[in-house]
C-alpha cells in the first residue's frame, strides 16, 4: 500500500488547482459557511422579522445577541471527526475547516423581553416585537 494520498498529473495551463483560485479561500467544502449569511428582514406595524439561512448549522452553531438597537447573528461552525476509536482503517488523511461568519442589522424600537428565536430546517426566524411604549419624552433645563 502507498502513502500517495492525490496523484498530481501534469496539466499544464489548464491544471484543475487553478479552477476555484481567488474565490473564498482553496477549500468550498459543505461544511464551511463561504462567508455569508442569507437574510431577508421585514417590518410590520407590530414588529420586525428576520429569516436568515443556516444550512448545516445547528442551535449550538448559532448565537444571536441584541443591544444598541443592533441585531446580531453569529454563526460559527467547525467540522471535526474524532477517528480515535478507528481500529480497523489507518487514516490517510483527515482534514478540517472552520468557519466564523456575523451580520448585524439595526433594527431600532425593540421590545429586547419579547424577542424570539426559533431554527428550523436550515432556517432561523427571528421575530422582534416593537415597544408599545415609547420613551418619555422629557425637557431638559439648561443653566
Known sequence: ?????????????LDPFWNNFGIDGFNRD????????KADISESPKAYKAI???PGL?????KVGYHDDTLTIT???????DHANEEEDTVMLSERTHSTVQRAFRLPN??????????????????????????ADFEIDVD
Open 1 to 13: 500500500m502507498t502513502n500517495e494520498i492525490s496523484n498530481r498529473h501534469n496539466y499544464g495551463l
Open 30 to 37: 459543505s461544511m464551511s459557511l463561504h462567508g455569508e449569511l
Open 52 to 54: 436568515i439561512e443556516t
Open 58 to 62: 445547528t442551535k449550538k452553531d448559532v
Open 75 to 81: 454563526a460559527d461552525k467547525t467540522s471535526f471527526v
Open 110 to 135: 425593540v421590545d429586547v423581553k419579547q424577542i424570539s428565536a426559533k431554527q428550523t430546517d436550515g432556517v432561523l426566524t427571528i421575530t422582534l416585537p416593537k415597544q408599545t411604549k415609547h420613551k
